[in-house]
Nanobody
């Protein structure tokens, strides 16, 4: 079982910045993919940013709505993914979830962290 712990959410004014972190732990886990998704009530959960790769910097993918404002990074040694968010907009308000895919094929989700951007 892979355990995910998210942190860094909170309340921020529009134009501000936040950094989310996701720490993955578990025995014999080989993290293939780590990413961030978000969801608001009545809407489907959407991919925000993803990073794929067993080594190196990995390959990154961003939603068009956040590209240029958000940056995903990964520390392989710590099994940690970060989401640096800048120029935040009220539309970014959502619960942000960390998602992990392991080499064996399993998918794991964190419990989510609330990000609220005030106008």
């Amino acid at each position: 079982q892979v355990q995910l712990v998210e942190s860094g959410g909170g309340l921020v004014q529009a134009g501000g910045s936040l950094r989310l972190s996701c720490v993955a732990s578990g025995r014999n886990s080989r993290i293939l993919r780590m990413g961030w998704y978000r969801q608001v009530p009545g809407k489907e959960r959407e991919m925000v940013a993803d990073i794929v790769g067993l080594s190196g910097g990995g390959r990154t993918v961003y939603a068009d709505s956040v590209k240029g404002r958000f940056t995903i990074s990964r520390d392989n040694a710590l099994n940690t993914a970060y989401l640096q968010m800048s120029s935040l907009k009220p539309e970014d308000t959502a619960v942000y979830y960390c998602k992990v895919n392991v080499l064996s094929g399993g998918t794991y989700w964190g419990q989510g962290t609330q990000v609220t951007v005030s106008s």
